[in-house]
T-cell receptor, first 111, second 114 residues
Framework: AQSVTQPDIHITVSEGASLELRCNYSYGATPYLFWYVQSPGQGLQLLLKYFSGDTLVQGIKGFEAEFKRSQSSFNLRKPSVHWSDAAEYFCAVGTASKLTFGTGTRLQVTL | EAQVTQNPRYLITVTGKKLTVTCSQNMNHEYMSWYRQDPGLGLRQIYYSMNVEVTDKGDVPEGYKVSRKEKRNFPLILESPSPNQTSLYFC?????????????FGNGTRLTVT
């Protein structure tokens, strides 16, 4: 069965600091991996996705993620966080029609 | 504007009183799906539909029904709601359901069952 673990429930960073959100997955085959962001009162928005090829993928809003098969990880990074990045972030694995989501990491940004 | 519209945004009801949460998309998407979001559990898929008249169970279908009579609408029906169905519900759609077809989410429906 596929599963996703996001070990950090809540992270606080200062504006301008770098960010890394962790995601570990379990999947029987080559994984399809996604990161979504949820702003308060909103639905989820796709940040980026990985299917194959280059293990470093670029997404919207300056985010990137690196797929590491040996570590079963797909961590999300941003070099410099903005206050508007405060939201909840979800990692997901599977096909788009059958996604398994992690429990989410809430990001707080201090000014 | 391309969007997924859910109604209502907030709903408080009592145990056993049938309710329907509507979901409509204006993007001519083939695929639609329902999720529930609970603290500490993330999003879990309830039902999905690859096309009109084609629906299938997700991970947590018990206590829910869906129908897909038209491409644009995918209502979620709770025949006899119970307090454990108190949750935040999201409808999503995509053009094909394939991995090259991103999911578009509605803004959610917060349901409270007392």
């Amino acid at each position: 069965a596929q599963s996703v673990t996001q070990p950090d429930i809540h992270i606080t960073v200062s504006e301008g600091a770098s960010l890394e959100l962790r995601c570990n997955y379990s999947y029987g085959a080559t994984p399809y991996l996604f990161w979504y962001v949820q702003s308060p009162g909103q639905g989820l928005q796709l940040l980026l996705k990985y299917f194959s090829g280059d293990t470093l993928v670029q997404g919207i809003k300056g985010f990137e993620a690196e797929f590491k098969r040996s570590q079963s990880s797909f961590n999300l990074r941003k070099p410099s966080v903005h206050w508007s990045d405060a939201a909840e972030y979800f990692c997901a694995v599977g096909t788009a029609s059958k996604l398994t989501f992690g429990t989410g990491t809430r990001l707080q940004v201090t000014l | 504007e391309a969007q997924v519209t859910q109604n209502p945004r907030y709903l408080i009801t009592v145990t056993g009183k049938k309710l329907t949460v509507t979901c409509s998309q204006n993007m001519n998407h083939e695929y639609m799906s329902w999720y529930r979001q609970d603290p500490g559990l993330g999003l879990r898929q309830i039902y999905y539909s690859m096309n009109v008249e084609v629906t299938d169970k997700g991970d947590v279908p018990e206590g829910y029904k869906v129908s897909r009579k038209e491409k644009r609408n995918f209502p979620l029906i709770l025949e006899s709601p119970s307090p454990n169905q108190t949750s935040l519900y999201f409808c999503a759609s995509s053009l094909t359901g394939g991995n090259d077809s991103p999911l578009h989410f509605g803004n959610g429906t917060r349901l409270t069952v007392t």
